[in-house]
């Protein structure tokens, strides 16, 4: 039987089980989970918060996700705070902090347009977006871009990391197709940035994030109109063979529900 003939809570139960017991998560990381959100609760909320991460998740916009449930951002300008937005002291760069996210367009991605999947914001910001090409001359970009960004904090050299000047050859811009990213902060100073399990960036700051800087809410989707599933954060760094594995494990779920 295929996979997605099965009952949605029988899936859902394997799907957890699979998740504990064949190496999703690798062994010891899945108690450094401090949020999980696969958007199959009635209002949005987290299956797994034990910190009380506080939510601003608008339940009328849950719709379809990479599974069953899932967010759909809509009429937010790109920038404009999000369509999800998690505020704790909690949520800090400060030390170890691993994010992933599953995302996906809703339409075809056009040369001009620009979205936002997530943004760590405090006395100044963390980005990872993708714009540029036709009517946008941001950067000089002829092509739409994809960049990470670390800007106006105090004593941090910016970055401007244009990591693809290509994306839209890179990576499949079409709508409804799931990507995951996943972004690792260690000791306050080096990111990592995976797509789809391969590092595609990594940075060190000039300086270590300090409790000063606030950076303290988390946001994604702004921009075009996109799909969010599958919010994972881990107070701990996943190195490139956990998010490799991570990301293959999803991804065959996946297919198997085709």
Same mark, same amino acid.
């Given at each position: 039987?295929?996979?997605?003939?099965?009952?949605?809570?029988?899936?859902?139960?394997?799907?957890?089980? $699979?998740?504990?017991?064949?190496?999703?998560?690798? %062994?010891?990381?899945?108690?450094?989970?401090?949020?999980?959100?696969?958007?199959?609760?009635?209002?949005?909320?987290?299956?797994?918060?034990?910190?009380?991460?506080?939510?601003?998740?608008?339940?009328?916009?849950?719709?379809?996700?990479?599974?069953?449930?899932?967010? &759909?951002?809509?009429?937010?300008?790109? +920038?404009?705070?999000?369509?999800?937005?998690?505020?704790?002291?909690? &949520? $800090?760069? @400060?030390?170890? @902090?691993?994010?992933?996210?599953?995302?996906?367009?809703?339409?075809?991605?056009?040369?001009?347009?620009?979205?936002?999947?997530?943004?760590? =914001?405090?006395?100044?910001?963390?980005?990872? +977006?993708?714009?540029?090409?036709?009517?946008?001359?941001?950067?000089?970009?002829?092509?739409?871009?994809?960049?990470?960004?670390?800007?106006?904090?105090?004593?941090?050299?910016?970055? =401007?990391?244009?990591?693809?000047?290509?994306?839209?050859?890179? &990576?499949?811009?079409?709508?409804?197709?799931?990507?995951?990213?996943?972004?690792?902060?260690?000791?306050?100073?080096?990111?990592?940035?995976?797509?789809?399990?391969?590092?595609?960036?990594?940075?060190?700051?000039?300086?270590?994030?300090?409790?000063?800087?606030?950076?303290?809410?988390?946001? +994604?989707?702004?921009?075009?109109?996109?799909?969010? %599933?599958?919010?994972?954060?881990?107070?701990?760094?996943? =190195?490139?063979?956990?998010? @490799?594995?991570?990301?293959?494990?999803?991804?065959?779920?996946?297919?198997?529900? @085709?």
């Amino acid at each position: 039987m295929r996979m997605k003939k099965l009952p949605k809570l029988l899936f859902l139960l394997a799907f957890r089980i $699979s998740c504990s017991y064949a190496g999703i998560l690798p %062994d010891g990381l899945e108690g450094l989970v401090i949020y999980y959100n696969d958007f199959e609760q009635e209002n949005g909320k987290a299956n797994l918060n034990p910190l009380d991460i506080q939510e601003n998740i608008n339940p009328k916009s849950i719709s379809d996700g990479l599974f069953g449930r899932g967010f &759909l951002s809509e009429g937010i300008p790109m +920038f404009g705070g999000g369509g999800i937005s998690l505020h704790s002291p909690h &949520l $800090s760069p @400060l030390k170890s @902090l691993t994010i992933s996210v599953w995302w996906a367009l809703k339409e075809d991605h056009k040369p001009g347009q620009g979205f936002v999947i997530f943004s760590f =914001n405090g006395k100044g910001f963390i980005s990872n +977006f993708v714009r540029g090409g036709d009517g946008d001359t941001w950067c000089g970009l002829s092509k739409p871009a994809a960049v990470f960004q670390v800007y106006y904090f105090s004593g941090i050299q910016n970055i =401007n990391g244009i990591y693809d000047f290509d994306i839209m050859k890179t &990576l499949n811009l079409k709508g409804g197709i799931w990507h995951n990213l996943i972004a690792t902060f260690s000791c306050g100073r080096e990111i990592k940035l995976y797509q789809d399990g391969k590092i595609v960036g990594k940075w060190v700051l000039t300086r270590s994030f300090r409790k000063e800087d606030e950076i303290n809410t988390l946001s +994604f989707a702004s921009g075009e109109e996109m799909y969010i %599933d599958e919010i994972l954060i881990l107070k701990g760094v996943m =190195n490139e063979e956990e998010v @490799l594995r991570y990301y293959n494990a999803i991804k065959g779920l996946k297919e198997m529900m @085709l």
